[in-house]
């Protein structure tokens, strides 16, 4: 669309300045007359103009469907990818050069953030001291009452098989003393 518009464009323009000049040279002072034909003859130039405009436009749309297709081969019959090719390697010299340019600011800008870093770790090592403080304090706490209660379990094992023996005691002591048998069963 945008050839038609262009062409329109120019054909009226064309088509008014040539009116211009001919009817310039003649003797008539009919000024009316001159700008109603330099109008008509302009929208017949641009009528031409955007006709020739939308054949143009029409054929450069073709030719870019037709170029887009991957691997489609062009006029000089090379595929897309060679030409793709072609480009990636003429474009490496300007990338090449454009990562030297930027090179000082990204060293730059790895510094700052190199700086800043350093600032938050120093900022952040009291308060990881202080957490680290707290944690071996409730570690220690929770050792001592697991070793309480540790203790306290091992206490009430021990009087528990106490008891334990002085009742099996008992019990052989009864049946010894009773001539009564004593069985074991063996699994």
């Not at 405009?53 to 062009?74: I, S």
Request: no cysteine; hydrophobic share 40%.
């Amino acid at each position: 669309m945008r050839k038609l518009w262009k062409f329109a464009l120019l054909g009226g323009t064309v088509g008014v300045a040539v009116t211009m000049v001919k009817s310039g040279s003649s003797s008539s002072d009919q000024s009316e007359d001159k700008t109603s034909q330099a109008l008509r003859v302009g929208g017949s130039a641009a009528a031409a103009g955007a006709a020739v405009g939308f054949v143009l436009d029409r054929r450069a749309k073709k030719k870019a469907k037709k170029k887009g297709r991957l691997g489609a081969v062009r006029s000089g019959g090379e595929s897309l990818f060679e030409v793709a090719a072609e480009a990636a390697k003429s474009a490496r010299p300007v990338l090449e050069h454009a990562v030297e340019l930027a090179r000082p600011r990204v060293e730059h800008a790895a510094e700052a953030a190199r700086d800043a870093a350093s600032e938050l770790v120093d900022q952040a090592r009291p308060h990881v001291k202080k957490a680290a403080k707290q944690t071996r304090k409730r570690a220690e706490r929770a050792r001592k009452d697991v070793r309480k209660q540790a203790e306290k379990a091992s206490k009430d094992m021990r009087k528990r098989a106490e008891q334990a023996g002085k009742d099996i005691g008992k019990r052989a002591a009864d049946a010894v003393s009773d001539n009564t048998p004593i069985v074991v069963r063996v699994a």
